[in-house]
């Protein structure tokens, strides 16, 4: 039994480009799947070759899944992309992706503990890690039969740390790149997880050939983190052969006689598609309503995210506030249109900061809101096409991330942006080491300054404006999907 090998490129990842609705009657609908990380990997192109192995993650992919067993799914639903789906127990998934994935992993990377109670790392966290291990070995599995000889293998995110090493223990003829969509951690942080752990996930990923990031930041902190806990050897940037140590950018990791070699690919967002996308007719429908919902001669301050922590939405709200507050010129004159779409909700971290979003934003609404003014516009269905409106319209883009892999939003609105937008950004977001330069940049957990810096973006002339969105768009493109993924293919 098994599938064929026949793939000679790779990509494993969680979330895979396609999720299922399952009806009643027992019949299946597919919807293309959300996040930053689909979105690149969206680019792959069916006439690649490739195969994209996922999980299975909600009851309607399950059921997707069975039905394919160990076949791709059915083309229809994918673009064209061969698929493999994987049906893992589900409460093996569960305690994989929202014990260790989404509790641990993404906290850890995203410096999201509150350190006097959390984390706690007792016997429900062994159960899951030794979950995570089962679900890597799925993956790690499943690819082995899908490549053939000397395939090229990309495996994305902090869900599938473990699968380089699994996967070269099982075929060692294979190349196997792991790219990471987070940030990483530095060291001090990292060190907060179990010993074991720590080093098992380093070691996980230095099973690959190659390690890759959204931002030299990133890579950096993974060789530091290489480096403290495993003890392994950093090669950098000018390192000689006599042996005299170079002073530049970490370039590889050596460790128990392997080298893995560190990368650097800033995802851009995708200029074609965008303004494609963003001059459809469902898009110039809710451009209307949108306008109608902010009113004339209103200016607005617009941001797009999943409800995440990371993401910093109630500061943001919070800044909004204040800017009301200290600079009322700007009560009845500008509306926060907040896209704040639900995430993770199996979480209860994620349930509760979803009512405080929605309980601030109702807060600044009682506060200052008048019969013809809403101050802040919440919405919470997620709809792609009215995040494009959106982006049309703003005059001020709020992107205020605690700390972020890279945030294509920062990229997206500058390219689709009609009549300028100014870009309010954390200087710990990824994308602030391609924008900084243009963006009016904040430290994420200053409320005040983070005010401050919306009324320097609502006050920023029209030309300026215009200038600096088009040196933004620029560098925003400047690594598109399709170019993103083939460097990746070509670096290995
Ligand atoms: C981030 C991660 C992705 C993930 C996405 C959506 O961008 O890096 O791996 O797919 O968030 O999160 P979710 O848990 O819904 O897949």
Redesign the pocket.
Known sequence: MGAPRTAPILVA???GPVSYGLGEDGSLTAKR??????SGLSAIGSDSGAVWVCAA?GEGDREAARRAGTSHLNPGDTGGQQVRMLDIAPDVFAAA?NGI??SVL?FIHHLLYQTPVEPVFDAEFAEQWAAYETYNAAFADALAQEAVAEAVVLV????LALVPAMLRERRPDLRIGHFS??PWAPPDYYRLLPDQVAADVLRGILGGDRAAFLTERWATAFADCCAAVLGAEIVRDGDGDGGEEGSGAATAVRFEGRETRLGVHGLGADAGFLRERSRQADVDERLTSLRAQIGPGRKSIVRVD?T?LSKNIVRGLLAYRRLLETRPEWRERVVHVAFAYP??QDLAVYRDYTERVRRIAEEINAEYGTEGWTPVALHVKDDFARSLAAYRLADVALVNPIRD?MNLVAKEVPVVSERGCALVLSREAGAYAELGEDALVVNPYDVEATAQALHEALRMSDGERADRTKRLAAAATALPPQAWFLAQLEAL
């Open positions: 990842s969680n979330r799947g959300g996040g930053g990380l689909v993650l992706y994935a989404n993404w994305q995110d902090y869900h969509h987070t999943r995440e995430s993770r892999g």
